[in-house]
């Protein structure tokens, strides 16, 4: 287990996820969901690339396997990428 990889640390540096959602108004359903959770502070869409992408942002540690499971239990996939940049 690895405290950076497994888990969304507060701050302002957040984490990137990859999803295999396409539509805006599934991307949005996404978002919505996440705010749902616990310490997340803020979910950012990266519309111009492809796949699309969340950066999220979190006022206390947040695992993420709960942010999987969430995106999960509305039908889609999110996966995070890797740790970010210093």
Do not use: C, Q, W
């Not at 984490?15 to 359903?29: P, Q």
């Not at 990266?46 to 969340?54: H, S, T």
């Not at 396997?65 to 509305?74: A, G, H, P």
């Amino acid at each position: 287990m690895n405290l950076l990889k497994d888990n969304i640390i507060p701050g302002n540096h957040g984490k990137i996820f990859g999803t295999n959602a396409v539509k805006e108004k599934d991307l949005i359903k996404i978002k919505n969901a996440l705010y749902n959770l616990s310490g997340i502070k803020d979910v950012i869409i990266n519309m111009e690339i492809f796949p699309k992408e969340f950066t999220i942002y979190t006022s206390k540690l947040v695992k993420v396997e709960d942010i999987e499971n969430e995106v999960k239990r509305i039908g889609f996939h999110i996966i995070s990428k890797g740790l970010f940049e210093l």
